[in-house]
Every structure is written in C-alpha cells, then in structure tokens.
C-alpha cells in the first residue's frame, strides 16, 4: 500500500513561489501516474497538474504556465513548483494517483497566498 506525505506549503505573497513535495512509500510508485489536487473549504478536490509514468505532464486551464509538476522515481517523490502564485491559489494541496486516485489520501500541505 502506498503512503503519501506533502510538505512544502506556507504563506506567500501574491506573484511569489513554492516548491511542494509528496513522497510516496511503497515500490509500485514509478507504474502510476501521479497528480496533484486541491481542495478550499466547501468545495469538490480538483486535479491541477498530473504526470504520467513517463512524464508527459497535463495542467488544469487556471494553472497553465505558472505551475509545473516533476518526478524523481528513484526517489519515489513527485514535486510541483508553483510560481506567480495568486490569491485564489489558496488550498490544502494532496498528491495522489491521477486522473483517478488511488490510494490513501495524506494529510495535504496547506498553501496560503495573501499580502
């Protein structure tokens, strides 16, 4: 069974950056395509970024350009360095299987951009 623990999170300003990691337990790790969602308060988890077992990346239209997603498969980790962050970038972040999740949800990262 895979676990899966983000970190990287905090308080940015408007038009900064961050760097999110999710490292992921278990040898299965490099088969999957992987994702990073999000969720605000009252509303559904949404898939931003995923990439595939081979690295072929897909980005939801509100982080095109801004947001990019990697992995290190001999580290079992995948990353998602987001820049020119906005307000409304502001969520928990969870990485999970993509497009269809998986396995055992973590306990997110939350990202709060604000002045």
């Known amino acids: 069974q895979v676990q899966l623990v983000e970190s990287g999170g905090g308080l940015v300003q408007p038009g900064g950056s961050l760097r999110l990691s999710c490292a992921a337990s278990?040898?299965?790790?490099?088969?999957?395509?992987m994702g990073w969602y999000r969720q605000v308060p009252g509303k559904q988890r949404e898939l931003v970024a995923r990439?595939?077992?081979?690295?072929?990346?897909y980005y939801a239209d509100s982080v095109k350009g801004r947001f990019f997603v990697s992995r290190d498969n001999a580290r079992n980790t995948v990353y998602l360095q987001m820049n020119s962050l906005k307000p409304e970038d502001t969520a928990v972040y969870y990485c999970?299987?993509?497009?269809?999740?998986?396995?055992?949800w973590g306990q997110g990262t939350q990202v709060t951009v604000s002045s």
């Open positions: 999970n299987s993509a497009p269809s999740w998986n396995f055992p």
């Open positions: 278990g040898s299965m790790f490099s088969i999957f395509d």
């Open positions: 990439i595939t077992s081979s690295g072929i990346t």
